[in-house]
């Protein structure tokens, strides 16, 4: 049996003066002491996260269901292991360069840049609406979304990472929605062949279910930075990052479960990386490095392609170091 969303009164004003006003409440019952009321906020992160995506989807186009049936390539294999979706994490560095540096042939300044909220920008993907549904062939339905089981292509391309991450077994592998769009991406631009689809779980999809909660946690997080609100930056982090990890098979969210979805914004926040390192190497930088979900190394003058700031279009610059130094 499939449960429907909770129905909830429309909000009495913008979605943000919810997200504030909790703010604003605890600060209040802390008389002031803003430690104190960010570790509250945080501590309601996961209900506070979930009432707001509820608030977004009032008068929504579709009706989520929140409790489908777990099919199989989503159960945990123990209760500390993982299902069989590769999500495709990165973990690349461009081995020919750190070779030549660790010889002394080459020496090279290299930005360690870092992506802002990569999680809330990955909110913004392809989720499917409904239960999974099986289906075997290699069409792929953009209006759909969901969980395939592919054998990719060969990847020759030393100068940019594999769209796959970190995989190193040969064959066949069970990717996400967001992983099998960039692949296809790839394929178009002549990277590499396109992945061979034998089998899939889906559902009709949709890219903006949780667009109406990302435009709003960004929103607020946009106001705090500039009003130097440790507080509610920190209570925003909270929510966005709580919403992704605890929406799969997690004791601390009872509301939903969803692991399908947090598969794929997990993998969507990697493609994206992928796109900015796509995006600097088009434009003439070296991509020295790749890692994690918002980590990556560039050699060159990266402000003439990427603006610097907080801002989620923007970029931050960790660390500056040289290689082969």
Not at 22 to 31: F, I, N
Not at 200 to 206: E, H, K, R, V
Not at 272 to 277: E, F, G, S, T, V
Request: hydrophobic fraction near 40%; charge should be positive; glycine fraction near 8%.
């Amino acid at each position: 049996m499939l449960l429907v969303p909770k129905r909830v009164a429309p909000p009495a004003g913008p979605l943000a003066d919810r997200v504030n006003g909790r703010v604003g409440e605890e600060l209040a019952a802390h008389g002031g002491d803003r430690a104190a009321a960010r570790a509250a906020l945080i501590k309601t992160a996961v209900p506070d996260v979930m009432a707001l995506f509820a608030a977004s989807r009032v008068g929504g186009r579709y009706e989520h269901s929140e409790f489908p049936p777990t099919v199989e390539i989503l159960k945990k294999a123990s209760q500390k292991g993982a299902d069989q979706v590769w999500e495709a994490r990165p973990k690349w560095r461009l081995e020919e360069l750190h070779r030549a540096a660790r010889g002394g042939h080459v020496t090279l300044d290299v930005t360690a840049l870092d992506m802002n909220a990569a999680y809330l920008s990955a909110l913004k993907t392809w989720l499917p609406i409904g239960k999974l549904v099986h289906s075997e062939g290699e069409h792929h339905d953009p209006k759909r979304s969901g969980i395939h089981r592919v054998t990719p292509a060969a990847w020759n391309q030393p100068d940019l990472p594999s769209p796959l991450g970190a995989r190193k077994v040969p064959g066949d592998l069970w990717i996400t929605e967001a992983t099998l769009r960039l692949l296809l991406r790839c394929a178009k631009l002549g990277y590499c062949e396109a992945p061979v689809i034998h089998e899939s779980w889906t559902s009709g999809a949709s890219e903006g279910l949780l667009e109406k909660m990302r435009r709003t946690l960004a929103d607020v997080r946009k106001e705090a930075i500039t009003k130097n609100d440790e507080v509610a930056l920190e209570y925003v982090k909270s929510m966005y990052s709580k919403f992704v990890s605890t929406i799969g098979e997690s004791s601390a969210n009872r509301e939903i479960r969803r692991p399908d979805w947090m598969h794929i914004i997990r993998s969507q926040a990697f493609a994206n990386l992928w796109l900015k390192a796509h995006k600097a190497h088009t434009a003439g930088l070296t991509v020295v490095q790749m890692s994690g979900t918002d980590e990556l190394h560039v050699a060159g003058d990266w402000q003439q392609v990427f603006p610097q700031g907080r801002d989620l279009s923007q970029v931050k610059a960790k660390t500056i170091y040289t290689l082969g130094e």
